[in-house]
């Protein structure tokens, strides 16, 4: 189909810049459709506007448009004599076709080096017709004797006398020959005429193998025998194939059967020997992680102790010692260890709450050597958490990701420091480096082992560390691009539907020596996929790497087949992409020196800045909303081997010396929905394995997940879920001249829901804004908030002419619950982004409180920086607020606010009416949450919306965002929400008695609202907030928000001097209940040492201050 107007399978928006560039009325081109298989896309140019007509094939494979009604359907055979009909005017389109646009020609590529795959040897035997064709080459004068071919027989001959023979018996070595001289010639010969079952060879392999055929007859039966005494499922027949070899055929297939039996003899052997030494513990392995001991301080009277914990994941303990070799003084069991909070502003510190009494907490504030120190203890107390509990199954698992180029060479003996994060850039402390994790991803480029030799060298490897046997899940080849993954023998029966794909880019997309492997699975009901791919190398060559990138969005087939409208970004609760992505430092090659010397003062942000993966990502040209853990290691390419101290940045090559500067080629992506819980725990590279001229990398991560929900609710009696959909409107960069409609996609969902068709309101140059009028209500299968807050929407816009999307989002039902929620989501149509949605969303679900997660064991505090040490128990009369926290699986990238927001919602509390001069702003930044790169970037919602007094570490007042948790806040009437709920707390909080909803109050019991059920634990956000004239200094540009108002620190209180806060009266609200969260973070019993009295009538110093009450600890603040 080589036609000029036949561009084969481009995106549409590709066909658009083409038709806009040729600029001229029927100008046309015909390229693959994207919504059906087999069916072409007929794009015409009229009036600046493009026109898309479908092209469907029927079953006859005659080809019809699908032009105006009312205009006769015509059948065509081939294309050609379909646009040749249709260059006649009147034919039902928009114009007739006048003026084919050609296929732009794509560059030259430059071949570079290709590993083939391995070669069968030539087929030369002699026949009649090969030894005339011989004598006729050899007779033709023009031709040398090089070019004549000697027979397959005189080649193996040949070849025998080169090879050591003289362990070979006698007569093996006389029957060896007589094939080669005789029989080989016949077998070809039957090969010939079809008969592809090598009869000659199978008679030289008798004769060869007779005495072992005998012995392997006597030899099979106990093997099989002795397997089913190993297998651990003993069932019957387990060991035995389905169809036994009879012994007188086929003497391969018996040894296959034979290797088999050995292989699985010996890993089931392992496995019972595993389990006699480990055994299970309530479904979960007993991982053989020793006792772990951490020197803290902690400060007893203002004086800093010394003191150790032991952490025993196995006894699930925590004990509290004095002496590190002496006895225990104090252990607390692991349910009793109620939350680890981290403290942001001083790495190394950690409050951690414990259950002492019934109904009694106590919370204390260590300081460990270091931040990793720190690290590596939440997540050993997360282990024992994970391994005692009583939950059939888990809503957290971590995930490790390697990807390393191998350069074609074998691998050293020793792979251990890869698979426990050592190295360089973001590690694990040894403290944490023998905590298996759940699932192991590993993607090779170059990679010259065979599939089951590299598998059986990862498994080991694990073992060594771990005395677990990993599971393989999947394994996926491309020439010499590997992708395998490893779970937990436990998750073996929680993993299903998985599906693996390759896709080439190559040298015109045919060849495998570059492209990717995939794999995508679901764990329990969460779905996961893992791409590795390797991109086409030189630094030159940008724009081919960005190709390669789309082409993979494009036809790497992984997933639920139902999202057809979606590519693999939009497919999976968590996607992550690793691989040798070959992007380089954009420097010129004189540089070179100056690159190595700032790589040896790891100015490695210098460098960074010239990554042009770095900067393609910033010009959203490629994985547009994707993150990256910041990078902290050398560039992983490209070294000398067998030393990481020298980079080999130069090649000689015939056409002269190239350069390949140092740079980071090797990476690890992720992109995940909204408001999921996923935190990298690791990124960066090891510096001990050295066979190849890349280094390996390594990232884990901790990523939360669901299980398939089973409702406790009576459905006779539960109340029914409802996904409102309202005032959505769409801005597409689109020239076509066509109606639209959304599709919803959810698997909360029976089946995907269609939108009527909107209406087109404007229509610019290269872009088009479309309003949905109509309500959409979508009905969940389940109501319960447990299960609906956990889910997502995939919206696909659509357009009416040929169903093919022009961009697709995804919007977290957290984001809103029973109040009308605004949202904002970018379109992103095949690795481009499209447009924008905006629109309003409402949320309706049953009764029920929600279970904690695992997740919310460990939370992140936000220091006072501004508050003296000393004045942490300054306990004024001021209403109790929760003082700044944020859990760290909700902080940084999404729902980000210049501003304050007037209101922080949570996802399970009644609505309230908004008192009078309160408002509610607007997030519109979408994407999933997850902690950003440093403490600085975190953010919390400040209470009561007024100035924090949190100072960033260059001095500068940190930049505020809304609580990401519970979503976007918009303008409603149902707005306002409490924001303390679960159960009246038992504590030592002095509250004061004008503060309205205390015990004090004299408003009667009857006017508060009614408790609400018990939440999941959350960060807690303030729900109100009234105007405050104060000045503003931390708003940034483009937010028209609430001011925030300058902390006390930076309004220049000494710290001895820190004023009393007043009483704020608020005349006409309505009494606020104070519920109490089960919030760790803020609640303690604790000494009241130091509490000055409350002085409620002092009026406020100048600069704005916001109010707070800070959890106390023995007289000073916990940082």
Same mark, same amino acid.
Request: net charge neutral; charged share 25%; hydrophobic share 30%.
């Given at each position: ?350 409050? *951690? +709450? $414990?259950?002492?009494?019934? @109904?009694?907490?106590? /919370?204390?504030?260590?300081? !460990?050597? %270091? #931040?990793? &120190? ?108 590997? *992708? +395998? $993954?490893?779970?937990?023998? @436990?998750?073996?029966? /929680?993993?299903?539907?998985? !599906?693996? %794909? #390759?896709? &080439? ?615």
């Amino acid at each position: 189909m080589a036609k000029p107007w036949y561009h084969g399978n481009i995106t549409r928006s590709k066909a658009e810049d083409l038709l806009s560039k040729a600029a001229k009325d029927g100008s046309f081109l015909i390229r693959d459709s994207e919504s059906i298989q087999g069916a072409f896309a007929l794009c015409v140019l009229y009036q600046n506007c493009v026109y898309t007509y479908r092209i469907l094939p029927n079953e006859e494979r005659k080809l019809s448009v699908q032009a105006s009604a009312g205009v006769p359907i015509r059948f065509f055979s081939v294309l050609n004599d379909l646009v040749e009909e249709y260059y006649k005017e009147n034919m039902g389109l928009v114009t007739h076709l006048q003026f084919p646009v050609q296929k732009e020609e794509e560059p030259e590529e430059e071949s570079e080096p290709v590993n083939l795959p391995p070669q069968l040897p030539p087929r030369n035997f002699t026949s009649s017709s090969s030894v005339s064709d011989s004598k006729d080459t050899h007779g033709d004068s023009s031709k040398g004797p090089e070019h004549v071919r000697p027979s397959m027989s005189d080649t193996f001959l040949q070849r025998l006398q080169n090879v050591d023979t003289s362990g070979v018996p006698e007569d093996h070595l006389k029957s060896i020959q007589e094939y080669f001289r005789n029989s080989v010639c016949l077998d070809a010969e039957q090969f010939q005429s079809g008969n592809i079952g090598l009869p000659y060879l199978k008679q030289l392999t008798l004769v060869i193998c007779k005495n072992l055929t005998n012995e392997i007859s006597r030899t099979l039966p106990a093997l099989e025998a002795f397997q089913k005494v190993v297998d651990q499922q003993m069932s019957p027949g387990v060991g035995r194939l389905k169809n036994p070899v009879p012994p007188d055929q086929s003497v391969s297939l018996r040894l296959e059967q034979m290797t088999k039996l050995l292989y699985s003899i010996e890993e089931k052997t392992k496995n019972a020997v595993l389990d006699s030494v480990m055994g299970y513990d309530g479904g979960h392995r007993k991982s053989l992680i020793p006792p772990v001991t951490f020197e803290v301080k902690s400060d007893v009277l203002g004086i800093p102790t010394k003191m150790y914990f032991k952490v025993d994941v196995d006894g699930g303990k925590l004990y509290f010692k004095k002496a590190k070799d002496g006895s225990e003084d104090k252990y607390y069991v692991h349910n009793k260890i109620l939350q680890l909070v981290k403290s942001q502003k001083v790495h190394n510190k950690l409050v *951690i +709450v $414990v259950e002492t009494e019934k @109904e009694k907490t106590m /919370r204390k504030e260590f300081a !460990f050597e %270091d #931040s990793k &120190k720190r690290e590596g203890f939440c997540q050993l107390l997360q282990q024992m958490k994970n391994k005692h509990s009583d939950k059939l199954e888990p809503d957290m698992i971590t995930i490790f990701i390697g990807t390393w180029n191998m350069g074609n060479a074998s691998p050293p003996p020793k792979l251990n420091s890869w698979f426990q994060s050592k190295g360089q850039g973001k590690t694990q402390d040894d403290t944490a480096c023998h905590i298996p994790h759940d699932i192991y991803v590993i993607g090779s480029q170059e990679d010259p082992l065979g599939e089951k030799e590299w598998v059986d060298t990862l498994k080991s490897t694990l073992r060594d560390i771990t005395n677990i046997s990993f599971k393989q899940i999947s394994i996926h080849t491309l020439w010499n691009i590997r *992708i +395998v $993954v490893l779970a937990k023998p @436990e998750h073996e029966n /929680r993993i299903s539907h998985v !599906f693996s %794909d #390759s896709v &080439k880019t190559g040298i015109a997309n045919a060849l495998g020596n570059k492209g990717a492997v995939g794999v995508s699975f679901m764990f329990n009901d969460t779905s996961f996929g893992f791409v590795n791919s390797h991109l086409t190398s030189g630094s030159e060559k940008k724009l081919r790497r960005n190709q390669n990138y789309i082409n993979i969005l494009r036809f790497l087939n992984l997933g639920d087949k139902k999202l057809n409208p979606f590519d693999i970004t939009h497919r999976f609760t968590h996607l992550f992409w690793l691989g040798d992505l070959n992007y380089r430092i954009e420097l010129p090659s004189s540089d070179a020196e100056n690159i190595v010397s700032k790589i040896k003062q790891q100015q490695y942000q210098d460098l960074l800045m010239y990554d042009q993966l770095t900067q393609e990502r910033q010009e959203e040209k490629v994985f547009i909303d994707y993150e990256e853990e910041e990078i902290t290691f050398a560039p992983t390419y490209r070294f000398e081997r067998d030393t990481r101290e020298k980079y080999a940045y130069t090649k000689a090559k015939a056409t002269g010396t190239k350069y390949n500067l140092p740079s980071w080629c090797d990476r690890v992506l992720r992109k995940s929905y909204p408001l999921v819980h996923v935190v990298c725990q690791s990124y960066g590279c090891t510096n001990d394995i050295m066979t190849s001229d890349h280094s390996p990398v390594f990232a884990t991560f901790q990523v939360g997940v669901t299980s398939q929900f089973v409702s406790k609710n009576d459905p006779s009696s539960a109340s029914e879920g409802g996904i409102k959909f309202m005032n959505c409107i769409a801005i597409l960069r689109t020239k076509s001249n066509t109606k639209f409609f959304i599709e919803y996609h959810s698997s909360c969902l029976e089946n995907f829901v269609k939108s009527p068709e909107g209406e087109n309101l404007e229509h610019s140059e290269g872009s088009l804004k479309v309003r949905f009028g109509s309500h959409i209500e979508l009905k969940p299968i389940i109501s319960d908030p447990e299960y609906l807050l956990d889910q997502h929407i995939l919206i696909s816009i659509k357009s009416t002419d040929c169903e093919e999307s022009y961009g697709e989002g995804c919007v977290a039902l957290r984001e809103a619950q029973t109040s009308n929620v605004e949202f904002s989501i970018a379109l992103k149509h095949h690795g481009e982004k499209t447009g924008e949605l905006t629109g309003v969303i409402q949320l309706r679900t049953s009764g029920g409180k929600q279970t904690e997660k695992l997740y919310d064991f460990v939370k992140v505090e936000r220091d006072d920086s501004g508050v003296p040490k000393n004045r942490g128990n300054d306990h004024t009369n001021k209403p109790p607020i929760p003082i700044n926290i944020s859990n760290p699986s909700y902080m940084g990238v999404g729902y980000k606010s210049g501003g304050v927001s007037d209101m922080g919602w949570s996802y399970n509390m009644p609505p309230r009416a908004s008192p009078p001069g309160c408002h509610i702003s607007k997030d519109t930044t979408q994407g999933n949450i997850s902690p950003k790169k440093t403490a600085q970037d975190m953010g919390v919602h400040c209470p009561q919306g007024k100035g924090s007094d949190h100072v960033g570490e260059d001095g500068k007042p940190p930049e505020m965002f809304d609580n990401p948790l519970y979503g976007s806040m918009v303008v409603t009437k149902q707005t306002s929400r409490s924001k303390e709920h679960d159960f009246p707390r038992k504590d030592h909080l002095n509250l004061p008695e004008g503060f309205a909803g205390t015990s004090k109050s004299p408003e009667p019991e009857a006017e508060r609202p009614p408790p609400v059920p018990t939440p999941r634990n959350r960060s807690f956000t303030c729900s109100t907030e009234c105007k405050n004239p104060g000045p503003t200094t931390l708003q940034p540009p483009g937010f028209n928000k609430k001011p925030v108002v300058p902390s006390r620190s930076e309004g220049g209180l000494l710290p001895g001097n820190r004023p009393p806060l007043p009483l704020k009266s608020r005349g006409g609200l309505p009494d606020p209940q104070p519920i109490k969260p089960r919030d760790y973070r803020e609640t303690a019993e604790l000494p009241s040492k130091g509490r000055p009295p409350a002085r409620p009538t002092q009026p406020p110093p100048k600069e704005g201050h916001h109010e707070g009450v800070q959890a106390s600890k023995a007289g000073r603040s916990v940082k």
